[in-house]
């Protein structure tokens, strides 16, 4: 029986990413959301491009940050750009808030994958509306949930456990952007994609905030990192 | 300047002897007997008012919008049959969002214009489609300034410094031709389009209206709202004592 993935030649579905981004990180904080992610584009093993913006924001009250395919993030992006337009031209007083974004883009992810031509991203969706605060994830293969701190990619294996430690309610600005550094520095020192440029942003009530891109400290004179080998003669 | 159409006048594919297609004549008619809209453009930017008669007490105000924008930048007022007015304005959203997505930029509203009167001359060439009968402002900002146009029924289109179509539209054009328009912030604007509402609406003849205005200008950052309540019921205010000094005389 002939399906939808029959009728589209395999050069038009999407088989693999190209430019790819590494992890984003968010979490809820006393007013609003936190996002976090670094600027970089790899082309495979290629650290190509290192100031892609990766988290934008989208209507008055959400924040959008994607890893993985580029393009593809593109494309929600302009998905969005009209979903949001319609929306507007309404004129009723009311405004499309992080939890309905997220169950569009849940759709939308979710469809694709059903027609074998999935958008190749994981994608963190945050905001606050009416004092509420949300933040959620949706990925390639459409699985979505909600959580008070979110992560993709390595990100998931790296942040999340010091995120489980030390995520608390009512955390200041202060001490969120401080949470996120720390995870950013985990995965700056771990992932072999990940760049040091990274970006931070806020969402509230008043809307989005978007800081401007800078570097983390590291520190390299750790002891094991000096003679690496020194406990295993030959290894690298 | 009526005439009976006695047999010409059936299809929209027939000419009359003179050169004439009457069921685009009727079609006009339409638009001439729904309330006035009013477009002009001033320094920086371009205002729109209607004046929604209010067929029921029981309707809520602010319900069955007659001015819709039309992308960021755009902005239409609908006179005529408010379902014609609905399927134009759809048809118009969906053209500046194709050209959008297509050439990255909002459309032009030269381009738009064109747009709009293409699709309603397109309903006057078939017989088995019926003309729309309702006329259109449609006033924009884009990289050129502000502009107005209007569009009629046969699908004609011009642009204009000052337009009204519907009831009162001989006396609002007389109106806007008074003012100076190329002194005009779209702030005096506001205020001179609702005395020119106003001044048009027949007590007499009309029931209850509902004054609704939008603007496109610098003030709004170039975008097309409804102009904010505060200066709208400045424009009322200013429009109702105005009437009072007419009448007074």
Redesign the interface.
Known sequence: MASNSDLVSDTQRTLYPYVTGTSVVALKYKDGILMAADMGGSYGSTLRYKSIDRLKPIGKHSLLGASGEISDFQEIL?YLD?LI??D??W?DGNSLGPKEVHNYLTQVMYNRRNKFNPLWNALVLGGVKNGQKYLGMVNMIGINFEDNHVATGLGNHLTRPILRDEWHENLTFEEGVKLLEKCMRVLLYRDRSAVNKIQISKITEEGATLFPPYSLKTYWEFTAFKNPTVGAEGSW | MSSIGTGYDLSVTTFSPDGRVFQIEYAAKAVDNSGTVVGIKCKDGIVLGVEKLIASKMMLPGSN?RI?????HSGMAVAGLAADGRQIVART?SEA?NYD?VYGEPIPVKELAERVASYVHLCTLYWWLRPFGCGVILGGYDRDGPQLYMVEPSGVSYRYFGAAIGKGRQAAKTEIEKLKLGDMTCRQGVIEVAKIIYGVHDEAKDKDFELEMSWVCDESNRQH??VPDDLLEEAKAAAKAALEEMDAD
């Open positions: 302009h009209e337009l319609y507007n031209m004129d | 919008l819709h924008s039309v992308h960021r959203r969002t997505s709202q409804k």
